[in-house]
């Protein structure tokens, strides 16, 4: 019989959002089909830019004629697109990435989990406790932790608590690791790094040997001028980061798939002889075996975003999906909640009440304000106690969201 990677045994429980809309299919089929209002999955609602709408019908038509047909395309990306992230996301904050460092995808997530293909198995891996799920689950998946343990951490992963108590930034481990995953604007907790901070972890780096895998997907949020949107803002990271991006949560792609990875030129690790090896190669070798690139359409779409219109129409998305933050701030701190995130970021952070679990707070949420959330337990074992609420709905929705919560 075929043998199952049993790597996949060691999960926990199914992965988190999935979960969580079955809890909320049973429940909602056991009411009579009841209206809930999801604020769980961070996932975008308002229609996307007409900048991208356009472009990509234009695109789609050139697809459509006889000079203007694509087949397979770069595996990297466009040039065109290439360009466009490299002046407008970096040489803009004067960061030196160059188009070719930047490395088209269908989405962060999958980056983010697929950069472990070039990465050997034995390094010793930290994560920030609370943490994006993905990260955690690739490791275990490709065989990089141990068992899993009684209070639902795996064994050999080092994690990070953040909490209220460090204001939700990890300190830089005493220890040796050898991979960091560092998110900011963060998910879940919508903190932010500033470039004080952010720089004693590219010293880290840069003194230990080790990689940063530094997740930006959420920058495009945030408002402070003096928070870095890219890693490559420290001086130094170029060495030691690989920065994933999205347009998913900027540009509305949840559904439309587009992002990008990048791998600076001069990063590198080393084999087991100890001899340097650069990392760019081995990821582009990668992208070209196991990935045929991201459609020209999408691509046309993404374009669109960095035009002086699709800046305008970004920029109007965010404020929008901010502005519910804030409703969704000030209304939870009037009825007497602890909440944390939401100024950087699209998620707010609250501490749910002293006697409830995180899960016991999505169930109280869930039958009494029908208002779904994500409990913080779901993100590690530091996020419980705390839970989760997306910013990303219409404001009608957040409104009454708010309304149904504080009337309970
Ligand atoms: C979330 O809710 O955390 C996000 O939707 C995750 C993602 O972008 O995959």
Excluded at 22 to 48: H, W
Excluded at 57 to 73: C, D, L, R, W
Aim: hydrophobic letters at 35%; aromatic letters at 12%; charged letters at 20%.
């Amino acid at each position: 019989m075929v043998k199952v990677n049993e790597n996949y045994l060691k999960l926990k429980a199914g992965y988190l959002f999935p979960e969580i809309s079955k809890r909320v299919n049973k429940y909602t089929q056991a009411n009579s089909g009841l209206e809930v209002i999801k604020l769980g999955i961070g996932d975008v609602t308002e229609p996307l830019p007409k900048a991208c709408i356009d472009a990509m019908s234009k695109a789609i038509n050139e697809m459509g004629t006889n000079n203007g047909f694509k087949g397979y395309g770069p595996e990297q990306g466009y040039g065109w697109l290439r360009e466009k992230i490299s002046l407008n996301d970096f040489i803009s904050r004067g960061c030196q990435i160059s188009a070719e460092e930047i490395f088209v995808s269908d989405g962060s997530k999958c980056d983010s989990s697929n950069i472990l293909d070039i990465l050997g198995d034995d390094n010793l891996i930290a994560v920030t406790d609370p943490v994006y799920p993905v990260y955690v689950d690739s490791n275990v998946m490709t065989g990089r932790t141990g068992e899993t343990l009684k209070n639902g951490t795996y064994q050999g992963l080092s994690y990070l608590a953040i909490n209220e108590d460090n204001n939700f930034l990890p300190e830089v481990p005493k220890n040796k690791v050898d991979i960091v995953y560092l998110c900011f604007p963060n998910n879940p907790t919508g903190a932010t790094i500033t470039k004080k901070e952010l720089k004693k972890w590219v010293d880290y780096a840069n003194e230990n040997n080790s990689l940063i895998l530094f997740d930006a997907a959420y920058e495009a949020f945030i408002q402070d001028k003096d928070i870095p949107h890219s890693i490559y803002e420290i001086d130094g990271a170029k060495n030691c980061a690989i920065e994933f991006r999205s347009f998913s949560k900027n540009a509305g792609f949840t559904g439309v798939r587009c992002a990008y990875t990048v791998v600076p030129k001069n990063i590198s690790g080393q084999n087991s002889n100890g001899d340097k090896i650069n990392l760019w190669p081995l990821w582009n070798r990668r992208q070209c075996t196991k990935f045929n690139g991201v459609s020209y359409i999408v691509q046309r779409g993404a374009e669109a975003v960095y035009s002086s219109q699709g800046k305008k129409e970004i920029n109007s998305l965010i404020d929008f999906y901010m502005e519910n933050a804030k409703i969704m701030q000030n209304k939870l701190r009037s009825a007497g909640f602890k909440v944390y995130g939401g100024d950087n970021a699209p998620y707010v952070w609250i501490k749910v009440p002293a006697n409830m679990t995180s899960w016991d707070f999505f169930d109280y949420l869930l039958e009494k304000a029908n208002v779904v959330g994500t409990p913080g337990s779901g993100f590690g074992l530091a996020g419980e106690g705390y839970f989760r609420l997306s910013a990303f709905n219409s404001r009608k929705n957040v409104i009454n969201a708010m309304k149904q919560i504080i009337n309970i």
